[in-house]
């Protein structure tokens, strides 16, 4: 199965691969694997995000859901988040976020607008 079951932390190498390090750890493969698939080092698209999804067999509801809390975060999700720098993709998996930039979190890092797109089994 593609989507891993216990994503392990990654670090955004650069600060313009917080996407590739997002996919990373939702898939259990390396940035430079998923530079090779999105065919980019710096920022990812939405577009560029589906399509790794999609190659790498991880089913997902393409519907952009805005949030406010954790609360209305489904299990596991891509999330959009609007910081005080700039637009960053970060992982929220069974209760924890995974920032690429920010680290292991119980909560959102600091951002202004949330939203998400659900991950599935």
Not at 48 to 69: G, T, W
Not at 78 to 96: K, M, V
Request: with cysteine.
């Amino acid at each position: 199965m593609p989507l891993t079951q216990n994503p392990k932390y990654i670090k955004e190498p650069t600060d313009l691969q917080c996407g590739q390090a997002v996919l990373a750890m939702l898939s259990d493969k390396t940035v430079d694997e998923i530079i090779k698939i999105v065919k980019t080092d710096r920022e990812t698209t939405l577009k560029q995000m589906f399509f790794a999804l999609e190659s790498l067999n991880i089913k997902y509801c393409p519907d952009r859901i805005e949030v406010k809390n954790a609360s209305g975060l489904p299990e596991i999700c891509i999330l959009s988040l609007e910081t005080p720098r700039c637009w960053h993709w970060s992982l929220y998996f069974r209760g924890t976020f995974y920032d690429p930039e920010h680290g292991v979190l119980s909560d959102f890092p600091t951002s202004n607008r949330r939203y998400y797109w659900e991950i599935f089994e």
